[in-house]
Every structure is written in C-alpha cells, then in structure tokens.
C-alpha cells in the first residue's frame, strides 16, 4: 500500500522511536524510507529599535545545524540499515517546521508521513504548538502518527 514514507526526526528519544517504528512498517510494507530533519535558520532577536544578534556569525550557525543534522539523521540511517529497509536522509532549513516536512514529502514523491507526537493537549498543546498537528491539518498525504 505505503511505498516510500517521509519520517522527520528531531532526535528526541520520542522520535527515535518513532523512527524504530517506521522501520518496522517500511520492512513489513516493503517500503523505503527518507528521513528529515528540519534546520532551524539563524536567529536574529529584535528589541525595541536595535536588533540582539546570536555572536555566532550566520556560516558557523549553518555550519553546526547541518553537523547535528547529519548526526541525528545518520541514526536513523542505521536503523534502517540494520533491518535492511532501502533510505535517503534529506534536511532542509526553515522556522517553520511544518511547512518543509509537507514540501519534502511531496517533492520526493512520498505517499505517507510517519511522525511522532508528544501528545500536548488543552493549553500546554495550544502554547506549545505542535508541528505533527500542523502537518496533519495542512498536509494532503496521508500522516501516520506515532505516540
């Protein structure tokens, strides 16, 4: 049914997990994975008329996202390997989450998302945002939620 699932990881021991899942899914499906990891961009903090600049300049900032995005999307490789299960690994950066886990999903043709979701409800879900409801509202393939 589900040939090539989209599995964003942040690296959080929930996402991990949910990455172990996905593997298990894709194995038994026959299917193949692309995990994603989202970059944050370089933050720049805006106060009254000046702007607080992070010291780090713009280059090393991409420099340590793109290091602790490999490192978090080559776990997940692993894992894959590991069961045998055919991956890619993509990151993309944005502040909006939601928005290039859907664009990723469809530019690589994938049929289903697979994610994790801490589960947040009422005001903690509402303050906090949750990127997997995003996708699920927004996203016009079909999202598997793990919890």
């Known amino acids: 049914m589900f040939k090539h699932l989209l599995v964003p990881t942040d690296g959080s021991q929930l996402s991990q997990e949910a990455v172990r899942q996905a593997v298990s899914f894709a194995n038994e499906a026959g299917a193949r994975i692309t ?3 989202a970059k944050p ?11 607080m600049v992070d010291p780090t300049t713009p280059e090393k900032f991409e420099e340590m996202a793109e290091s602790q995005a490999q490192e978090i999307l080559s776990e997940a490789e692993q ?11 993509l990151a993309m ?4 989450p939601y928005e290039v886990i859907i664009e990723a999903a469809e530019k690589n043709g994938c049929d289903l998302i697979f994610m ?5 409800r009422g005001i ?3 303050l906090l945002g949750s990127e997997t409801n995003k996708v699920l509202t927004h996203s016009t393939i079909p999202v598997l939620v793990y919890r």
């Open 116 to 120: 994790a979701s801490h589960g947040r």
């Open 41 to 51: 961009e370089f933050p720049v903090i805006y106060y009254g008329e000046g702007a």
């Open 93 to 96: 950066t944005s502040d909006v």
């Open 79 to 89: 894992v894959a390997r590991d069961a045998g299960v055919e991956c890619a690994k």
């Open 124 to 126: 903690s879900g509402f």
């Open 35 to 37: 995990f994603f990891y």
